[in-house]
């Protein structure tokens, strides 16, 4: 069984910076690769940022150059830098594990996810 556990989360004042990390027990995401997702209040869960097992990325336009989507293959552990944060990326944040479904990867694998608070 796949254990996802994030860490990182905080309150930062809009402009700052966090870093987010997942730590997986094991990687079994080599077809679909990782990605981080987020939840604000009364809102949907959306995709902020996926990469490849080969290390090719993605990003929604909303975060597109000031979040960094990294990982460390030896570590089995993903990232995502967050710099300039703004008071609309205030969410829970969760990093899934993306596997392929019937025509297109999907998150299969989800951590307990992390509070981002930006003021």
């Known amino acids: 069984q796949v254990q996802l556990v994030e860490s990182g989360g905080g309150s930062v004042q809009a402009g700052g910076s966090l870093k987010l990390s997942c730590a997986a027990s094991?990687?079994?995401?080599?077809?679909?690769?990782m990605g981080w997702y987020r939840q604000a209040p009364g809102k949907e869960r959306e995709l902020v940022s996926t990469i490849t097992s080969a290390g090719t990325t993605t990003y929604a336009d909303s975060v597109k150059g000031r979040f960094t989507i990294s990982q460390d293959n030896a570590k089995n552990t993903l990232y995502l830098q967050m710099n300039s944060l703004k008071t609309e990326d205030t969410a829970v944040y969760y990093c899934?594990?993306?596997?392929?479904?019937?025509?297109?990867?999907?998150?299969?694998?989800w951590g307990q996810g992390t509070q981002v608070t930006v003021s």
């Open positions: 094991t990687y079994i995401f080599r077809d679909c690769g």
């Open positions: 899934a594990g993306r596997v392929m479904g019937w025509s297109t990867c999907v998150a299969r694998y």
